[in-house]
């Protein structure tokens, strides 16, 4: 599970050069509780730089790889990505039980923690017609918590009303896709995720400190 402090998750989606990156994470890693890494990152620069940020900087690391593929598959992949010493892995819900079920296991017995996407912060009807079934199949696999959206307040309350107090909410689409800052905690969440309202500030500190201030002081949040 990811350790609060900030409540922040640091969408960490650039082309930036490794040394790069370490700087800019060393930089900001006080205000953050996790550095959230994606695909954009991955291929610009490779495995072994994703291991030398994960041995760099003092940080939990999810991968939002958005993992839905056929079960042996998603089983190599989760083994890479311990190896990698990468903390927290993003699966497909849509991918259904049994694609998930040995993976989800495989990723539990190495420590790595699973959080399902269930709803998406933009387009996902077909995540949104089955929210129940979705999150009844995250608990019975034992993820460790669920990716709702900031976009859809409605969505982060339900979900938190069903899973009770034993997951963790990460919720992305806050700031550039319209999501206010602090409401998706406001709603329920534990994290917001944010990326382009820090990365592309002048100045990130100041950005993640805005958002800061605005999860512990939420203003009209419905
Ligand atoms: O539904 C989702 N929406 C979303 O934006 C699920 C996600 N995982 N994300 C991720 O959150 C997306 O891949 C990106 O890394 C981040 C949002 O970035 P930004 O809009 O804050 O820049």
């Known amino acids: ?49 994703i291991k030398e940020l994960t041995d760099s900087v003092n940080k939990y690391f999810l991968a939002d790889f958005k993992l839905g593929d056929v079960a042996h598959i998603n089983e190599y992949v989760v083994r890479k990505v311990y190896g990698l010493g990468i903390n927290g892995l993003i699966m497909h819900a849509v991918a259904g039980r049994d694609n998930l079920a040995t993976a989800i296991n495989v990723a539990r017995k ?12 933009s387009g996902g009807e077909l995540y949104d017609r089955n929210l129940d079934y979705n999150v009844s199949l995250g608990m019975s696999l034992g993820v460790s918590g ?3 959206p900031a976009t859809k307040p409605n969505v982060v309350r339900q979900v938190r009303s069903m899973v009770g107090s034993n997951y963790q909410l990460l919720s992305p689409g806050v700031g550039v896709q319209g999501g206010k800052p602090g409401c998706a905690i406001a709603n329920g969440a534990d994290f917001e995720i944010v990326g382009r309202s820090i990365i592309n500030s002048e100045s990130p500190r100041q950005a993640a400190l805005n958002i800061l201030n605005a999860i512990r002081n939420p203003i009209s949040c419905s």
């Open 1 to 49: 599970m990811i350790q609060r402090h900030t409540g922040l998750v640091l969408a960490f989606d650039v082309d930036w050069d490794v040394e790069k990156s370490i700087m800019f994470l060393n930089g900001i890693s006080d205000l953050i509780d996790a550095v959230k890494i994606g695909w954009y990152q991955l291929l610009t620069i490779g495995p072994q730089g």
């Open 110 to 121: 190495l420590g790595v923690d699973v959080y399902l996407l269930i709803s998406m912060s």
């Open 146 to 148: 669920f990716i709702v």
